[in-house]
DNA sequence: CCTTGACCTTCCAGTCACGGGAAGGCCCAT
DNA sequence: ATGGGCCTTCCCGTGACTGGAAGGTCAAGG
């Protein structure tokens, strides 16, 4: 199977699984001709790749993930650890984004929006009045 | 006034300063010897810039307020428009942490957490068979 | 006068996870 | 043999900085 199979298969583009690769993600074979030989093992492991991805899991820890995946001693633990850390995470950004979203919220609904120069979002953003 | 002082005043790290400048969102004086010298304007667009970057805009963002906030000709509806821009993002964003966050959270609490290689996160990952 | 240490400067490289595009080889059908 | 569509590697660019090296400057103390 040679790359944009792969691709298609897998919903990832072909630079990002020739990426994959380079960081020693994947080992796909490769034929006589130099091109990449996909096995349906490589495309396994870039949809489970895909989807840590879409889970927020940075790189590393997918190369953590797929590691454990593929440890029939693994335990349990050690991938709810990473998991755990990663919902951290993300409930930390959310946190932040939400602060943002409540302050620029107040800011856009206190500015008229008109052809006037007055704007409470510059004030501020200038001097800070408000709290947050 | 150094750096130094332009960063403690601002809570903006110097190299963040120095950058800003490289950029073009600043201009700052220079004294004899090379030494920046920062004016109350500089230290007043420095604050502006760290609280704009705060609310999440983008530096293009951000040289657009500037850029309005110097312009006393504005109207406001430019300014709105651009944080409205910036707070569908950020509901973008945090859609998208959410539908992580629920899926990750699913995960996490299927996962017992032991020393056995049973996983629910694993085998979501290797199969996507729950829903979402 | 000399040294020390804390400033300051510029420049280069690295971050993260790719994406764009060039230059060139390969494959298949006409 | 030619065309078009694959494939390859290689290098640069992204955003918004951060780290660090190499070297100039300044003020205080001995």
């Known amino acids: 199977m040679n790359i944009s199979e792969a691709s298609s298969r897998t919903g990832l583009p072909a ?20 091109y990449r030989a996909f096995r349906d093992k490589d495309i396994h492991k870039l949809a489970f790749l895909g989807r840590a991805r879409a889970l ?15 440890d029939d001693g693994r335990a349990s633990a ?16 959310l946190e932040e984004l939400k602060e943002m979203r409540a302050t620029l919220a107040r800011l856009v609904s206190a500015c008229a929006g008109d052809s006037r120069p007055d704007c409470p979002i510059l004030s501020d953003l200038a001097q800070r009045m408000g709290d947050d």
Do not use: W
């Open 15 to 34: 630079k990002t699984i020739r990426y994959y690769e380079e960081i020693g993600l994947i080992k796909p074979m490769r034929g006589a001709n130099g």
């Open 78 to 93: 050690d991938v709810k650890h990473v998991a755990l850390q990663q919902l951290d995470q993300i409930d930390r950004r």
């Open 56 to 70: 927020g899991f940075s790189i590393e820890d997918c190369r953590t993930l797929l590691a454990l995946y593929e």
